[in-house]
């Protein structure tokens, strides 16, 4: 995945609105998508999960969307909390290989 | 406990000591995950473990690094020699099958070498 250092992509979104954080993947033949939160000082927590043969999958306030015609993921989490606030990291299955190859990591903060 | 266990959380290390870091999964799990996290990105690949058997080690970084999980729970990554390019958190992952399924994440190891 593309990595930018210390500088991560960062969302500002008021509590109560709606959070849209996106990525991007690059191989086509990926075949399984899962969105990961961490929190400073944790490891990533699985959120959300979805097979190359779905285009949406809905959870408990956030839905994952995908869309295989121009390699984009994205993570919508409704009625954002102040407990949103982490880093998200889209990663994707290659090959049916079990190794996860991660995306840039998108920093969401909550403002009150 | 329920989830996957990593000890210690911080380690200070100097310069040319062995370190060793400590991963208990899920029990039951049969897979199981090292990563490598660097600030401020995502986490990297380093080596995987069916049971007992590591299958892929094609992410670790040199022959300094070495990971066994003998009776296929417990495992552990030790670094040689370490050098300060080694600082970084490192990653336990835990899974009941070895891909496309969801994988828990321990806490980590913040390793730091001065």
């Known amino acids: 995945g593309e990595n930018v250092g210390l500088h991560l992509p960062t969302l500002s979104v008021q509590e109560g609105d709606n959070s849209i954080i996106n990525c991007a993947y690059s191989?086509?033949?990926?075949?399984?998508f899962i969105w990961y939160k961490q929190e400073s000082g944790k490891g990533p927590q699985f959120i959300i999960d979805?097979?190359?043969n779905m285009d949406k999958r809905q959870g408990q306030r956030v839905t994952v969307l995908l869309n295989k015609t121009v390699k984009h993921l994205s993570l919508q989490i409704a009625a954002t909390q102040p407990g949103d606030s982490a880093v998200y990291f889209c990663?994707?299955?290659?090959?049916?290989?079990?190794?996860?190859?991660w995306g840039a990591g998108t920093k969401l903060i909550i403002k009150p | 406990g329920a989830g996957v266990s990593q000890s210690p959380r911080y380690k200070v290390a100097k310069r040319g000591q062995d370190v060793a870091l400590r991963c208990d999964p899920i029990?039951?799990?049969?897979?199981l995950f090292w990563y490598q996290q660097a600030l401020g990105q995502g986490p990297e690949f380093l080596t995987y473990?069916?049971?007992?058997?590591?299958?892929?080690k094609s992410g670790l970084p040199s022959d300094r690094f070495f990971a066994e999980r003998p009776e296929g729970s417990v495992s552990t990554l030790k670094i040689q020699r370490t050098q300060q390019e080694d600082s970084a958190v490192y990653l336990c992952?835990?899974?009941?099958?070895?891909?496309?399924?969801?994988?828990?994440f321990g806490q980590g190891t913040r390793l730091t070498v001065v």
């Open positions: 990663a994707e299955n290659r090959d049916s290989n079990y190794q996860l190859i």
């Open positions: 191989n086509s033949a990926s075949d399984y």
């Open positions: 979805i097979r190359s």
């Open positions: 029990s039951g799990h049969v897979s």
């Open positions: 473990f069916q049971n007992e058997a590591q299958l892929d």
């Open positions: 992952a835990s899974s009941r099958a070895a891909m496309n399924t969801e994988a828990f």
